[in-house]
């Protein structure tokens, strides 16, 4: 397995995966991109890879890899089984001789040195578990009044070199020793639910490993035209929620203990669902679009985790043909 050079740099093995679902036409403008990082990533690794973990049942990505340039360090797997977490866990066997494994979602686009940040932050931080780094979304229209007075699509940030205890997979580099040693994988129950990379990388820091962050590994997603209307963002608010309470009450251990979270989350979310539904009312009375927007989206988040807690699943990604 890889270690470091007395000069400091990694000199391991690296994988870099993409998990695509139909959405040739975004692998086709990403594959270049990481091959470019990689490139310019040349003295901070031994040897490094794109795998494309294909996760349509029709294998609709293999047209795309068989149209690039013979000898681009590019693999593909085919994972027929339907779900994000079998995606993931796909990617992780399938990385088996690396030391590091990077994941980045097939609708976004590393900027200028990201892999390089990832890497350096990595060695920095003195090998932690993962790190973490931001998204920053673009739009392919310009969302309506209702969306952008909300800001539902700004993220966090925070210094490089943070610790964080949660954080997502679209853009996260793993020491794949540590993930081995903790036996770690992605729950297939979070397959259609998502949140899969909320429950893993808590994992993590429950096992006792460290996650840092690193602002400056930045990427770009692409955010299509159905994604910035009333419904998405209402109904990603309600999975959210939805999700956060189920993965609570999944680490929360024992009868006693899944019980006493299932109350504490009903609480939570109820406080959210009655403060937006009043959030909602003062901006209907005020006439501002901003408390409306706020306020439905913090009453979806909070019916979802009431629904959560007593084991309802809402099933963002569930697929229908």
């Known amino acids: 397995m890889g270690g470091i050079h007395a000069s400091g740099e990694f000199t391991g093995t690296l994988t870099i995966a993409v998990l695509t679902y139909k959405r040739n036409v975004d692998l086709e403008a990403l594959l270049p991109a990481l091959v470019a990082q990689m490139a310019s990533a040349r003295a901070q690794v031994a040897t490094a890879r794109v795998l494309v973990i294909d996760n349509d049942p029709a294998a609709s990505a293999r047209s795309v890899l068989e149209s690039q340039p013979v000898g681009l360090p590019v693999d593909y797997v085919h994972e027929p089984v339907p779900g994000i977490s079998s995606a993931r866990n796909r990617a992780l066997a399938a990385s088996a001789d690396s030391d590091l494994l990077v994941f980045i979602d097939d609708d976004e686009r590393p900027t ?12 920095a931080a003195d090998r932690p578990a993962a790190v973490i780094g931001p998204v920053i979304s673009t739009f392919a229209v310009e969302p309506d009044a209702w969306v952008a007075s909300g800001d539902f699509f700004s993220r966090r940030r925070m210094p490089t070199g943070t610790a964080v205890n949660v954080g997502a997979t679209n853009n996260l580099l793993l020491d794949l020793r540590q993930v081995r040693e903790l036996e770690l994988t992605f729950d297939t129950g979070f397959g259609t639910t998502g949140g899969e990379d909320t429950l893993f990388t808590m994992q993590v820091v429950a096992g006792g490993r460290r996650m840092v962050w690193c602002d400056e590994a930045i990427v770009h997603d692409v955010v299509p035209a159905a994604r910035v209307t009333r419904s998405w963002v209402l109904g990603r608010a309600l999975s959210s929620g939805n999700s956060w309470s189920l993965i609570s009450v999944r680490l929360a ?69």
Do not use: F, I, Q
């Open 253 to 321: 251990g024992g009868l006693r203990a899944r019980s006493s979270r299932r109350l504490l989350l009903s609480g939570r979310g109820l406080l959210r669902l009655g403060g937006g539904s009043a959030r909602w009312m003062l901006g209907v009375v005020s006439r501002s679009s901003r408390h409306r927007a706020k306020g439905l989206r913090t009453a979806a988040r909070g019916l979802g985790m009431v629904s959560g807690a007593w084991g309802y699943r809402y099933e963002e990604y569930r697929r229908t043909a």
């Open 112 to 123: 200028e040195g990201w892999l390089g940040h990832l890497l350096a932050t990595y060695e």
